[in-house]
């Protein structure tokens, strides 16, 4: 199976939260795959740069480097205006950045771990949190 991680699972993993820690490793699996979508790799990123945490850093950049690799595609954009009509359409518009963090997974197939379900819930996109 292939999962993406959310910002939020990556956020308490680094903070040490032993849940988000045992929830990650009881999900992926010896056989399972991960992904860490490009727009979390930014959220997470940028915020870890600008802090400075240089500790955090190493183990964000071993948590990526243990990961699968996958751009945005034209796909992914278009899957994501999709949605964003969708929903504008519906009156239940959320961030652009779940929208295209929803969109990646839905493309790529891939199941999504966030503890963020109330953003993603007006969404068909298969989650886990």
């Known amino acids: ?8 699972i990556i956020s308490y ?3 040490g939260y032993d849940n988000a820690r045992k929830k990650f490793n009881h999900t992926i ?3 399972d ?4 979508p490009p727009l979390v790799y930014y959220e997470v990123k ?3 740069d600008y802090l400075k945490a240089t500790a955090k850093l190493k183990e964000f950049k071993n948590l990526y480097d243990g990961s ?8 992914i954009w278009e899957k994501a205006i999709e949605i964003y009509v969708r929903l504008k359409t519906k009156g239940k518009i959320v961030g652009d950045g779940d929208i295209f963090i929803a969109a990646f997974c839905i493309v790529n197939d891939y ?5 963020n379900l109330k953003h993603y819930g007006n969404i068909e996109i298969n989650l886990m949190g």
């Open 68 to 75: 699968i690799k996958s751009d945005m595609t034209t796909e």
């Open 1 to 8: 199976m292939m999962y993406a991680l959310d910002s939020d």
């Open 29 to 31: 699996g010896d056989e």
């Open 33 to 36: 795959l991960y992904c860490i």
């Open 46 to 48: 940028r915020g870890l």
């Open 111 to 115: 199941t999504l771990i966030t503890n």
């Open 13 to 15: 993993i680094l903070k």
